[in-house]
């Protein structure tokens, strides 16, 4: 995670009564709560969702702002959605000094999961490697994906649920990046808004559908 370390409160505005505790860097996937013993129909993929990314710029993410109001309402429609989805926070275990360095301000979960949501702990873009996601999420599941960073997890994540299988839905205005200094090209810099626009546009055309937030009261309903 491209940031530097900062400290903030865990948002608690979604939740009732869970806290995310800390888990053990070494394992490269936890679960929170026992994984569920039934096959899940839709999952709610939440990729880094941490303090450091929602800081405000520029140590956050440029849209830091909208993308956690986005968010919120994402997961507390997804929360009284029946049949719920089943609820994934993957949280991204950085190295020592980076801004999500394991049980760091910055590594703790924006929003703290419930009873029957389940935290994966990863070290890779691709939350499927190197942890137990897949035993999470079965292939024939359909994925809503949201989270951080676009370019980075959101895309790697994304590829492969797709290769496994599963129908992946990304939602516009919930995901985002931060800006990107061009070393080769001159020094210039190319916005997050742009970054963000290529990857959906990319990812479309390997079969992600695009939902937009106005989408979001039927997302999570039976079609």
């Not at 070494?26 to 129909?41: E, F, I, L, M, R």
């Not at 301000?105 to 389940?118: D, R, S, T, Y």
């Amino acid at each position: 995670m491209a940031t530097s370390a900062a400290s903030s409160s865990v948002d608690t505005s979604a939740s009732t009564s869970a806290h995310a505790a800390p888990l053990s860097p070494s394992s490269s996937a936890t679960a929170h709560h026992q994984h569920p013993h039934h096959k899940p129909h839709r999952v709610l993929l939440l990729l880094d969702i941490q303090v450091a990314m929602l800081e405000p710029p520029p140590i956050g993410v440029p849209a830091s702002a909208s993308v956690r109001t986005h968010l919120a309402q994402i997961l507390t429609q997804a929360r009284s959605a029946r049949p719920s989805p089943l609820i994934v926070h993957v949280r991204n275990s950085g190295d020592t000094g980076d801004a999500d360095e394991p049980n760091t301000p910055g590594w703790e979960l924006i929003f703290a999961p419930l009873a029957g949501e389940v935290v994966v702990d990863k070290r890779k873009n691709n939350a499927f490697a190197g942890t137990d996601l897949a035993d999470v999420v079965p292939p024939t599941a359909e994925i809503v994906v949201a989270g951080f960073q676009t370019d980075y997890s959101i895309r790697a994540t994304c590829s492969s649920a797709l290769s496994r299988g599963n129908e992946v839905l990304l939602i516009k205005g919930a995901h985002a990046t931060y800006d990107r200094i061009e070393v080769l090209h001159g020094g210039g810099v190319t916005p997050a808004w742009r970054i963000e626009a290529e990857i959906e546009a990319e990812l479309e055309e390997a079969g992600v559908h695009l939902l937009e937030m106005k989408d979001l009261p039927g997302i999570f309903m039976d079609r």
